[in-house]
């Protein structure tokens, strides 16, 4: 990982989920690194307003042969505050000169969740140090998923027990889009995090990656009204 500064407000080193599905690194298909050593000026706004990222549509998790799909994932402020997850920086560590902006994230939720598997139940937990990175590009943003060393763990029970954690021996990043609007969104495509697969008959044992599909609404806690919004 990326060596992190010494503000730890403004950079962290980082969501998703929800990143997420496991989604959360990774490197998702055509997206460059939002801490690539040629990073330009980012700026993200409203300074020092909490923000949410909220699941829209699906998140498919690829393992093997077996898809897990989960329709509800968020990660959201901490309620009432009172630490700087979730929050973008205040001015001035909101802009960097020669780089991204880095939040710390509380880690993702993810609940109603199937799988390919027939008669299996699953599950999926999150926990550690998540944070996300985001970068402007230009005509383009990025935003950098850090997803912390097993920082997700999904499990399935019944027919077939299987156990899946992401980013098994060292955090992993995941690459992801960022689109300015109302609200702006955080799109995984095709992004990969090393997992490792352990179980029994039905378990795809000798898979070593995840393929993480989603897309997040990141939307304006503090004053709902406004957008965040990453420029240069």
């Keep these: 990982m990326t060596a992190r500064s010494p503000r730890s407000r403004t950079l962290l080193a980082a969501g998703a989920g929800l990143a997420l599905t496991a989604a959360l690194g990774l490197a998702s298909a ?9 990073a330009g000026s980012t700026t993200v706004t409203p300074a020092g307003h909490y923000f949410a990222a909220t699941l829209t549509g699906k998140a498919t998790f690829k393992a093997g042969s077996v898809t897990v799909t989960c329709s509800v994932s968020s990660s959201q402020p901490t309620a ?27 880690a993702p939720t993810y609940s109603s ?3 390919s598997l027939p008669g299996v139940t699953v599950s999926v937990t999150t926990s550690g140090a998540w944070s996300v990175a985001m970068q402007n590009n230009g005509d383009t943003s990025t935003a950098t998923l850090t997803i912390p060393n097993g920082g997700l763990v ?5 027919l077939a027990n299987c156990t899946v954690t992401a980013a098994p021996t060292a955090a992993a990043d995941l690459n992801t889009g960022f689109t300015n609007g109302a609200p702006s969104l955080l799109t995984v495509t095709d992004g990969t995090v090393p997992v490792q697969v352990t179980g029994g008959f039905g378990c795809p044992t000798s898979a070593t990656a995840s393929v993480f599909n ?9 004053d709902p009204s406004s957008n965040i919004t990453v420029t240069s």
């Design 113 to 115: 969740c199937t799988s």
């Design 154 to 158: 999904l499990t399935t029970t019944g």
């Design 80 to 106: 009432g505050g009172g630490d700087a997850n979730n929050q973008i920086p205040n001015a001035p560590g909101n802009h960097n000169d020669a780089g991204p902006v880095v939040n710390a994230l509380n």
């Design 214 to 222: 989603a897309t997040y609404q990141i939307t304006d806690v503090t």
């Design 30 to 38: 055509g997206t460059a690194d939002a801490r690539g050593a040629d």
